[in-house]
């Protein structure tokens, strides 16, 4: 007996051209992704609780300094994220920890220490 094993097109779901099955195509995307953020343990922010410090660099609301991780985040629990927020689009971006200093007070104490070393100079 031979089994065939068929999928689902873009045709069978959404009636219309290119663009409209693309646009349904990101839609459901996004929807997976806020499924798997909001199922996942990591913390959510909304947009207008971090700080931009500079480039991608923001500062969250604990003082940790994170960046938007890079590429896509197909299970939480194995990617370095730990945090992600939802922009106006239903978007989500996922955050990782920063490189570097990890909040601001390790920031301010590595300045200090600068200043220190180049005042005995």
Do not use: C
Request: proline residues 6%.
């Amino acid at each position: 007996m031979r089994m065939r094993v068929t999928g689902f097109r873009d045709e069978d779901l959404v009636d219309g051209d290119e663009a409209s099955r693309r646009a349904a195509r990101d839609e459901l995307r996004r929807q997976r992704d806020l499924e798997r953020a909001r199922a996942s343990d990591k913390t959510e922010y909304k947009p207008s609780e971090l700080r931009p410090i500079s480039g991608r660099l923001v500062e969250a609301p604990s003082g940790d300094f994170l960046h938007p991780h890079r590429g896509q985040v197909d299970d939480p629990k194995y990617a370095p994220v730990v945090a992600y927020f939802v922009d106006e689009s239903g978007q989500v971006t996922w955050l990782e920890r920063a490189h570097g200093p990890k909040n601001r007070a390790e920031l301010e104490a590595r300045l200090a220490r600068r200043e220190e070393r180049n005042a005995r100079q």
